[in-house]
């Protein structure tokens, strides 16, 4: 029973990460040039080459978590991505016109957060979670 549990708690944290990163990575595309101003602002380079490429990582990377295939390599992937979006767009430190500094406070620490969930996701899938049936986590 208490395995069971386990199991359920990771899928459902696993879908829930899912959700998290498609709507945003559907996102970029619908809201480009909102997307692309927020990254100038925060003068980024290369912004439309980097806002295409976390675009299509959220989708793949989301989509991969939905069907739970590849659960370790995109969770990795998605944890480093979202460290880098923390350093570069929500770096409050700075001070940038019409930047709340506030709200970049309050979105880097919840990124902390999901940063950690994914590192724990991928924690349990690094050796696949059927194992998790005949082990201990």
């Known amino acids: 029973m208490e395995k069971n549990i386990k199991i359920t708690l990771i899928h459902f944290g696993r879908i829930i990460l899912a959700f998290y990163f ?3 990575g559907i996102g970029k595309f619908i809201a ?3 997307q692309i101003n927020l990254m100038e602002t925060h003068n ?3 912004a439309p080459f980097l806002l295409a490429l976390a675009g299509v990582l959220q989708l ?3 989509i991969c978590l939905l069907i739970n295939r590849q ?3 995109c969770a990795i992937g998605l944890a480093a991505m979202t460290i880098l979006i923390n350093l570069n767009l929500h770096d409050f430190w700075n ?3 019409g930047v709340d500094t506030s ?7 919840k990124n902390l957060g999901i940063f950690a969930g994914l590192l724990l996701l991928a924690a349990v899938h690094m050796d ?3 194992k998790i049936k005949n082990e201990e986590i």
């Open 60 to 62: 793949v990377g989301s």
């Open 103 to 109: 709200h970049e406070i309050q979105n880097f620490f």
């Open 128 to 130: 696949g979670i059927k």
């Open 44 to 46: 980024m380079p290369m």
């Open 95 to 97: 001070t940038y016109e």
């Open 22 to 24: 498609l709507l945003p």
């Open 71 to 73: 659960v370790f390599i």
């Open 32 to 34: 480009w040039d909102d």
